[in-house]
Antibody, heavy 116, light 109 residues
Framework: EVQLVESGGGLVQPGGSLRLSCAASGFTFSDYWMHWVRQAPGKGLVWVSRINSDGSSTSYADSVKGRFTISRDNAKNTLYLQVNSLRAEDTAVYYC?????????WGQGTLVTVSS | EIVLTQSPGTLSLSPGERATLSCRASQSVSGSYLAWYQQKPGQAPRLLIYGASSRATGIPDRFSGSGSGTDFTLTISRLEPEDFALYYCQQYGSSPPLTFGGGTKVEIK
């Protein structure tokens, strides 16, 4: 069974940083592209970033480019999102998702709240 | 960036009725790389349809997708109580970035 478990969210002040993690199991992690998608409270889904299977290629939404960094450790079956220079509008549940162009598997999400 | 516009914003229907949800793209979505998701409160999204018309694993056949180019449709042939939820379309033909539509809420009338 595919499992994706996010962690690392929490309350952070504007300008602060967090590192989100997504622990994967039940599949060969190194074979799959991975993504982060976020959802602000009461709002829709927004794609954030993606990384290819070996970590050599990454892409970002314009709204997070230069502030967020996606990475992965295939030996640890873990996906990361380093989020820096956080703003109030970054407040959201952050989901990791497995897939190249569509997402059959999602984690349960981790909540990031940016507030003073 | 391809913008996806979903309509209607809310669909009020009774169990057993047919639901037709629309997703219109600002530019042609290449290869019909269009997916549909269902999301219930407090839950992660669930993939229903990929490639515009292929049902994901375990999805009942009352869900069907159609369309190409800029106009896509998700149809639920007979609404079951568990189908009342939010639905999102997503395109991945023009990547990056991937984009999602704003969602359609299917509520009980």
């Amino acid at each position: 069974e595919v499992q994706l478990v996010e962690s690392g969210g929490g309350l952070v002040q504007p300008g602060g940083s967090l590192r989100l993690s997504c622990a994967a199991s039940g599949f060969t992690f190194s074979d799959y592209w991975m993504h982060w998608v976020r959802q602000a409270p009461g709002k829709g889904l927004v794609w954030v970033s993606r990384i290819n299977s070996d970590g050599s290629s990454t892409s970002y939404a314009d709204s997070v480019k230069g502030r967020f960094t996606i990475s992965r450790d295939n030996a640890k079956n873990t996906l990361y999102l380093q989020v820096n220079s956080l703003r109030a509008e970054d407040t959201a549940v952050y989901y990791c998702a497995r897939g190249k162009y569509d997402f059959p598997d999602w984690g349960q999400g981790t909540l990031v709240t940016v507030s003073s | 960036e391809i913008v996806l516009t979903q309509s209607p914003g809310t669909l009020s229907l009774s169990p057993g009725e047919r639901a037709t949800l629309s997703c219109r793209a600002s530019q042609s979505v290449s290869g019909s790389y269009l997916a549909w998701y269902q999301q219930k409160p407090g839950q992660a999204p669930r993939l229903l349809i990929y490639g515009a018309s292929s049902r994901a694993t375990g999805i009942p056949d009352r869900f069907s997708g159609s369309g190409s180019g800029t106009d896509f449709t998700l149809t639920i042939s007979r609404l079951e109580p568990e189908d009342f939820a939010l639905y999102y379309c997503q395109q991945y033909g023009s990547s990056p970035p991937l984009t999602f539509g704003g969602g359609t809420k299917v509520e009980i009338k």
